[in-house]
C-alpha cells in the first residue's frame, strides 16, 4: 500500500492510538510520524493551525497533511496563494497575537523569498519587545538533493537559519526524532525551523505512540557507539554516516561512533566533545557546501573544546562547491556519498596532528 492510499488507515490507527492513550511504539515512515505529530498537538491545544501551499485540499505536496483538513476543517488547515513572504508573513502575526502556527514551506529554496520575515522578524521579536510579545511560529520545509532537481531546488541552507539569534533550528534523521522535535518546537513559545529531508521521507523506523513523548530542542544523540572516529552529523547525512560505520566496521575493523546532531540552534557541543575525547578523530559530514558551513562551526568548536584530544585534524565532508547539476552522474559526484565519507574517514586515520 503506498503511502498516500494508506493515510486514511493512518489516520483511523491514531485516532485509536489517541482514545486509548496509547505508550507503546509502531513502525512508520518519516512523514507519518510527522503527519501523527502534528494531529496530536492540533487535538491538543486549538490555537494550533496549519498554513501553506496545497497543504489542505491536496494533502500535501509530499503528503505529510493527509487527512488533516478533513478532520479539522478549513479553519484550522488553510490553502495558500503561492507567495512565501505573504503567508510566512500572516504567520509570525498569527503567532504574535496568541496563535501557534505551522507554516509548511513546499522546499527550503522558497524559504528565500520570505527571508525578511523569518530573519529580521520572526527571530527578534522576542527581543526586540522585552520578551512581553512571543513569536511561537513553526515553519517545517524540506531541503536535500539527489533526485535531479537542479541548481534552485537542491539546496541545503541549514547554516543560513542556524547563525540566526532568536530562531531556533532542528533537523530530525529518524521517524522518532520527526514526531518528537516537531512536536517540541509547536509547543515552544520561540519561532522553530523544522527542517526535514526529501529522501527520507519515507524511511521507517519505530516511532512511539505517546502522546506527551517530545524530543527536548538541543540535544544531540549517540546513534552508534564507536571508539576509532566521531562522525559528527545531521538530517540525511546521519543515515549515510550509519551505512558507512557498518562498512567501515566489516571491510576495514572500524569502529566508528556516530553522533546526530538533531538541533542546530542551540547546538549540543558537550555531546559532541565528549565523543571526540573518546575517539580522538572527529569528521564532520553535512549535505550543504561546507565553506561557512554547519560543518566549519563543528570544526571551530571541537578544536576548542578538544585540543588536546585530537590526534589528527578535524576533517569535513559536503556538497562540491557547486551549483548542483542536472545531470544523474554529476549530481551524484556533487554530493557527499558514502564513498567520500568513507575516504575522510580513512585519512582521518592514517594522520598525525
Known sequence: MSDVAG???????ERRNADSDATGTEVMTYR???????????????RVFVMGEEVGVFDGAYKVTAGLMDEFGEERVR????????FVGAGVGAAMLGERPVVEIMTINFLVVAMDQVINHAAKIGAMFGGEVRCPLVIRTPNGAGNQLTAQHSQSFDQWFASTPGLKVVSPATPADAKGLLKAAIRDDDPVLVIENLPIYKQRGEVPLDPEFVVPIGRAQVLREGSDVTLVTHSYATVRALEVAEKL???????????DLR???PLDVETVAASVRKTNHAVCVEEGWPTYGVTAELAARIQHACFDDLDAPVERVGMAEVPLPYAKNLEL?????????????LATLSRKS
Open 7 to 13: 493515510s486514511a488507515t493512518l489516520a483511523t490507527r
Open 32 to 46: 507519518e510520524a510527522l503527519r501523527l505529530a502534528l494531529r496530536e498537538e492540533m487535538a491538543r491545544d486549538e
Open 263 to 265: 538541533s542546530l540552534r
Open 333 to 345: 559526484a556533487a554530493m557527499p556519498n558514502d564513498e567520500r565519507i568513507a575516504g575522510a574517514v
Open 79 to 86: 490553502d495558500t496563494p503561492i507567495a512565501e513572504e505573504g
Open 249 to 259: 566496521a566489516a571491510e576495514h575493523g572500524i569502529s566508528a561512533e556516530v553522533v
